[in-house]
């Protein structure tokens, strides 16, 4: 056991994995023997024999009048090792629900190419409830543009099961292009004001406003509860206008 380094994970400091070593390379020792072999004062030798066995990988073995210690088999250190990830991944669990609950800063995904778009939808679909709406500002120009192949069928699958409705604003053509669908409400923006013609579009979702360039393929996913609440209130107002 030259590296000894690798045990600090488990709780061990530098004394401790001094005094493992030579208890698990041979027969039991004492405290001496120990303090001899280790170059440890012994007061240094108690307390980390004291650790050891509150962590499970030293035990006191009878010698008389005087104790001795040996190690537990190394494979005893897979069940610390195991005991020490249960409690690491419990407090990452409980840090990351702490910056959900409280962090105010949004966070921004930015994602590129075909496939980068088709993970924005998939994505999509997964997250929004059965019966949930999502609203979205469609930016296509159908002679240059063809948001089908963005969509994966496990999307499609997901949005029909799942009952999903959603508001749309968009342009005339646009409107004209799309079948119709009970689960689906399009409203059209005149030609005069219409902003489709760069391309973008925009949708609102549970915490997350997606903006998605389909000229250069790019999706900015934007999670913020505060940001999509005031996306959807401006399009609510604007679908209400139309």
């Known amino acids: ?17 001094h005094i493992y070593e030579p208890l698990v390379r041979g027969d039991a020792l004492s405290v001496t023997e120990l303090a001899s072999k280790t170059k440890l004062y012994r007061p240094s030798v108690y307390h ?19 104790k001795k210690y040996k190690a537990l ?16 991944i419990q ?49 296509i120009d159908t002679d240059v543009l063809d948001l089908k192949k963005y969509m994966s069928q496990t999307a499609r699958i997901l949005r029909n099961a799942k009952e999903l409705e959603r508001y749309v604003i968009t342009n005339e053509v646009s409107k004209k292009a799309t079948n119709p669908h009970h689960n689906r409400l399009i409203k059209v923006l005149p030609d005069s004001d219409s902003p ?33 609440e005031f996306q959807k209130a401006v399009f609510k107002a604007l679908f209400k206008r139309l």
Request: no cysteine; aromatic share 8%.
């Open 91 to 139: 407090e990452i669990m409980r840090l990351e629900d702490a910056t959900v609950l409280n962090s105010k800063v949004p966070n921004v995904i930015v994602l590129k190419g075909k496939q980068g778009l088709t993970i924005v939808y998939d994505q999509m679909m997964k997250e929004i409830k059965k019966g949930e709406l999502y609203y979205r500002y469609q930016a």
């Open 48 to 66: 980390a024999l004291e650790k050891l066995i509150r962590l499970g990988a030293v035990s006191e073995v009878p010698a008389g009048k005087r």
């Open 196 to 228: 489709f013609k760069h391309g973008i579009g925009q949708i609102m979702y549970g915490n997350k406003t997606a903006i998605i360039d389909y000229h250069n393929e790019t999706a900015t996913i934007i999670e913020s509860e505060s940001i999509t």
């Open 1 to 17: 056991m030259k590296n000894t380094n690798s045990l600090y994970a488990l709780g061990f400091t530098s004394d401790d994995s």
């Open 73 to 88: 088999p190394p494979k005893y250190l897979k069940e610390l090792f195991h005991k020490q990830e249960e409690v690491v």
